[in-house]
């Protein structure tokens, strides 16, 4: 891994996404790049305004905006000040705009967005997945940790592996990241059928072994929802980064993002790797 994204936000899990990204800046020895965003179509979204009203919307925009401007520059400060005294090869900078095209755009250059869940860009905690976040894993071109507000830890990390094609990708993208190298790493894989749930865990741990990461193979035989079997392994394991596609479950994907990845999405306690 090369170089980092990071979106700075005021929201607890981007405080903890900032954190994150900058552990594994340092683990990695690889740039990162924080990016405070000033959405100015939401700061100046058109409203209903009474007769002789538009120059005190007019006024009102332009003290949104400003409002807008110090939080960004108060976050890039911040992350350029926790670089400086972590000795990272990091720095911030203010991208002004829709987030989405922004952060898109900004893409091009990293190898990994990291970015807590509940991030708007409007400095106020969603509920659950933030939709930007939402569609940031569906557009974007690379893959993607989201962090919940608790998150911290890079290590041990988790593979949850069903043998799809998203979990395949998403497991190829971490190795070639090192991601897993010198830290420990589980591959679990949940079936109705004991046996082949070890067999289809150990393709994965297989595929790891290739680039020196030995995996400790989960299977688990269980007729349960997988994403209900995920998140009790990662407790249990208390897992730093879990690992998986975009999809749902086998057969259960009903889009982009299935019922299996919005739960994942929503209540991992944990940094979630994740690719489409």
Do not use: W
Request: include cysteine.
């Amino acid at each position: 891994m090369k170089s980092i994204l990071v979106a700075l936000d005021d929201t607890p899990a981007a405080s903890a996404a900032r954190d994150v990204a900058l552990a594994l800046a340092a683990r990695h020895r690889a740039r990162v790049t924080g990016a405070g965003i000033v959405d100015v179509d939401y700061l100046t979204a058109p409203e209903a305004v009474p007769l002789g009203g538009a120059y005190y919307k007019f006024k009102g925009d332009l003290e949104h905006l400003k409002r807008g401007h110090d939080q960004a520059q108060k976050l890039i400060e911040d992350f350029d000040k926790e670089c400086k005294r972590r000795d990272i090869n990091g720095q911030a900078v203010a991208l002004v705009g829709d987030p989405l095209p922004e952060i898109l755009h900004a893409a091009d250059a990293h190898d990994l967005i990291v970015l807590g869940r509940d991030t708007s860009f409007h400095a106020e905690p969603a509920e659950g997945i933030a939709a930007p976040v939402a569609r940031l894993l569906r557009e974007n071109p690379r893959p993607m940790l989201i962090t919940p507000p608790a998150a911290r830890a890079i290590s041990p990390v988790l593979v949850a592996y069903d043998g799809s094609v998203p979990a395949a990708r998403a497991l190829q993208l971490f190795t070639l990241l090192q991601m897993g190298k010198g830290v420990p790493v589980h591959v679990l894989t949940v079936d109705a059928d004991a046996a082949a749930a070890k067999s289809v865990a150990q393709r994965a741990a297989s595929y790891l072994d290739l680039y020196r990461v030995k995996a400790k193979v989960h299977g688990i035989a269980s007729n349960a929802a997988p994403a209900d079997i995920v998140l009790a392994e990662a407790k249990s394991l208390e897992a730093g980064i879990l690992v998986m596609g975009a999809f749902g479950h086998g057969g259960l994907v009903k889009s982009m993002l299935g019922t299996c990845t919005r739960k994942v999405m929503a209540e991992c306690p944990t940094g979630l790797f994740i690719h489409h």
